[in-house]
T-cell receptor, first 116, second 116 residues
Framework: DTAVSQTPKYLVTQMGNDKSIKCEQN?????MYWYKQDSKKFLKIMFS???????INETVPNRFSPKSPDKAHLNLHINSLELGDSAVYFC???????????????FGPGTRLLVL | QKEVEQDPGPLSVPEGAIVSLNCTYS??????FMWYRQYSRKGPELLMY????GNKEDGRFTAQVDKSSKYISLFIRDSQPSDSATYLC????????????????FGQGTILTVHP
């Protein structure tokens, strides 16, 4: 069974479009994250949710909006896509940050987004 | 200057060699130190984590943290072709209770190739 899954794996779209990426974890964790990995492999956190509550919100354009319908799911919606949004987006999950578990994060396989 | 600096390599070694991977950091508030391994087109997976200074060993892998020098290392003994991957160091601060915030700051990653 896949622990952290993301859909889709690949996303090719035109500039200006709106797209969503979905993430699900079956590890029973209550904290989930979105990361962006650029072409130089630099991995940077974007958002974190704990029990459906936003707890980390880095300096990310407000075109990016995360949504957590329940603690096993965290989706990322991107409006008005730009060329610079092309990257690999990773979802991750962990036990509650603040009890020593936040550092043990389990990553999904990534969604490769290409904006043309 | 980035908070975490890591030499991107690439690093190429023969099978059986001892590999040394390093990161330096500038934020003295970092207390949790992690090493992730990322195979091509996959998500990062946690190899090891340590809290504060000291050494930790797990099989062929040894992690070292020197907080006085703001320097962490990962050693791989008897390296195998299956160790070929990108190795990412990551760090996080702790809250007043001494537990992790869950916000990881990553190095750029070092690309390692172990050839037979």
């Amino acid at each position: 069974d896949t622990a952290v899954s993301q859909t889709p794996k690949y996303l090719v779209t035109q500039m200006g479009n709106d797209k969503s990426i979905k993430c699900e974890q079956n590890l029973g964790h209550d904290t989930m994250y979105w990361y962006k990995q650029d072409s130089k492999k630099f991995l940077k956190i974007m958002f974190s949710y704990n029990n459906k509550e936003l707890i980390i919100n880095e300096t990310v354009p407000n075109r990016f909006s995360p949504k957590s319908p329940d603690k096993a799911h965290l989706n990322l919606h991107i409006n008005s896509l730009e060329l610079g949004d092309s990257a690999v987006y990773f979802c991750a999950s962990s036990r509650t940050s603040g009890t020593g578990g936040g550092e043990t994060q389990y990553f999904g396989p990534g969604t490769r987004l290409l904006v043309l | 200057q980035k908070e975490v600096e890591q030499d991107p390599g690439p690093l190429s070694v023969p099978e059986g060699a001892i590999v040394s991977l390093n990161c330096t950091y500038s934020n003295s508030a970092f207390q949790y130190f992690m090493w992730y391994r990322q195979y091509s087109r996959k998500g990062p997976e946690l190899l090891m984590y340590t809290y504060s200074s000291g050494n930790k060993e797990d099989g062929r892998f040894t992690a070292q943290v020197d907080k006085s020098s703001k320097y962490i290392s990962l050693f791989i003994r008897d390296s195998q072709p299956s160790d070929s991957a990108t190795y990412l160091c990551a760090m996080s601060r702790v809250n007043a209770g001494g537990t992790s915030y869950g916000k990881l700051t990553f190095g750029q990653g070092t690309i390692l190739t172990v050839h037979p």
